[in-house]
């Protein structure tokens, strides 16, 4: 059986991608095929696209039919300011609604689907949500929805965004909510697509977003997360104790978490359930099976 084709977008410029990996992170994109390789071994292959890169030599509508999923990565883009780096992504995937390839966005990816599907996303009000993302409720429509199969209704979650979703695209449903952003997961028709996405970052392990914290020093402290460099540093210091020590007892009480954070199948189980119910079936229809 073949393996499924998946095509990684990459949210971020070289600028940013350069940022992430200074301070100990990763190529979003790269670490991102990494983990679709995990999930389903010998099933998954991925290959990667800059859009936001000048020049980049991007698939058109019967390149992106070879596919079998795509995905798009974060970024730390405000799409809302535009350009051509935004407008590139915008258009690689109103190409990509031309066709019957199913898209997960997560977080920049989300709201790329979002605005690329006629809806709106903006600076959230209430401030930047980082770390873990607090209380998101599965809705009427997520609990039948097969994107949580095996999520609890209630669970936390790895994000880090400042803005969010503000008006929905025509026929999106709503998925899952929290208080700091109503929007924290969609399911978008478009075109002739299915699109699932969530603001979070089911993606990530710990040790990124430890990275995350670094490169966003100091302005956690000055947007009032940490009452100084000293406290934020003893966070970053917890999630990478984390990665080396994921069963630690006292760390996940300290921070409020349990196993949908913790557990790397739970935490991971939204991108799971995408290649099982939207990847491999597709893959199946066109006889590749």
């Known amino acids: 059986m073949p393996a499924a084709r998946l095509l990684v977008v990459e949210g971020n410029t070289a600028e940013a991608r350069a940022r992430q990996v200074a301070v100990g992170g990763q190529v979003a994109s790269e670490g991102y095929a990494q983990l679709l390789r995990e999930l389903f071994p010998g099933d998954v292959m991925a290959d990667i696209c800059y859009p936001a890169d000048a020049g980049a030599n991007l698939p058109d509508a019967a390149g992106l039919e070879g596919y079998d999923g795509i995905a798009v990565t974060g970024s730390s883009l405000n799409i809302y300011n535009g350009g051509p780096e935004i407008r590139q992504q915008i258009e690689l995937i109103r190409t990509a609604f031309t066709t019957q390839v199913p898209i997960f966005g997560s977080c920049w990816g989300l709201q790329l689907l979002t605005v690329a599907a006629g809806g709106q996303v903006r600076r959230n009000p209430r401030g930047r949500e980082v770390g873990f993302g607090r209380r998101i409720r ?102 990478e104790h984390f990665e080396r020590e994921p069963g630690n007892a006292s760390l996940a009480w300290r921070h409020g978490i349990d196993g949908t954070v913790i557990n790397k199948t739970q935490r991971t189980r939204e991108l799971a359930n995408w290649i099982a119910h939207q990847v491999l079936p597709i893959r199946s229809r066109r006889g590749r099976s």
């Open 138 to 239: 599965v809705t009427e429509a997520g609990a039948a929805h097969p994107l949580f199969a095996g999520k609890p209704p209630v669970f936390e979650a790895m994000t880090v965004h400042l803005d969010e979703v503000e008006t929905l695209p025509e026929g999106a449903r709503l998925l899952a909510s929290n208080d700091h952003s109503q929007v924290q997961a969609l399911e978008i028709r478009a075109g002739r697509t299915a699109c699932w996405g969530v603001q979070y970052h089911p993606e990530y392990p710990f040790r990124e977003m430890a990275a995350i914290f670094r490169r966003l020093q100091p302005s956690l402290v000055a947007e009032g997360f940490f009452a100084d460099e000293d406290e934020e540093a003893s966070f970053i210091a917890d999630l």
